[in-house]
């Protein structure tokens, strides 16, 4: 049973940092596609940021320059370092485990982390 937790969220000023983290159970962590999604009210969930295996990210346009996401095989822990937070960043995220491709299976996902950026 592959399980996710996230973990980090919080109310934040505009301009101020939260570092969010999702702790993966199972042994599939470091083949894993792991990604950072975010919901905010009344709108789809996005991606925000992905990380393979080996380590390339894909950020949205929205948070270049102001969120980097991190990965910790050894401890099977994904990160999200979110930085210059401004109010329209307000969400849940959540994180999401997805097979490489190839290899089929089903994504996996925590239940989400609140942010709220608000002064």
């Known amino acids: 049973q592959v399980q996710l937790v996230e973990s980090g969220g919080g109310l934040v000023q505009p301009g101020g940092s939260l570092r969010l983290s999702c702790a993966a159970s199972?042994?599939?962590?470091?083949?894993?596609?792991m990604g950072w999604y975010r919901q905010a009210p009344g709108k789809q969930r996005e991606l925000v940021a992905r990380?393979?295996?080996?380590?390339?990210?894909t950020n949205v346009d929205s948070v270049k320059g102001r969120f980097t996401i991190s990965r910790d095989n050894a401890e099977r822990t994904l990160y999200l370092q979110m930085d210059s937070l401004k109010p329209e960043d307000t969400a849940v995220y959540y994180c999401?485990?997805?097979?490489?491709?190839?290899?089929?299976?089903?994504?996996?996902w925590g239940k989400g982390t609140l942010v709220t950026v608000s002064s």
């Open positions: 999401n485990a997805r097979p490489p491709v190839g290899m089929g299976g089903m994504d996996y």
């Open positions: 990380i393979t295996s080996g380590g390339i990210t």
């Open positions: 199972g042994s599939f962590f470091s083949i894993y596609v």
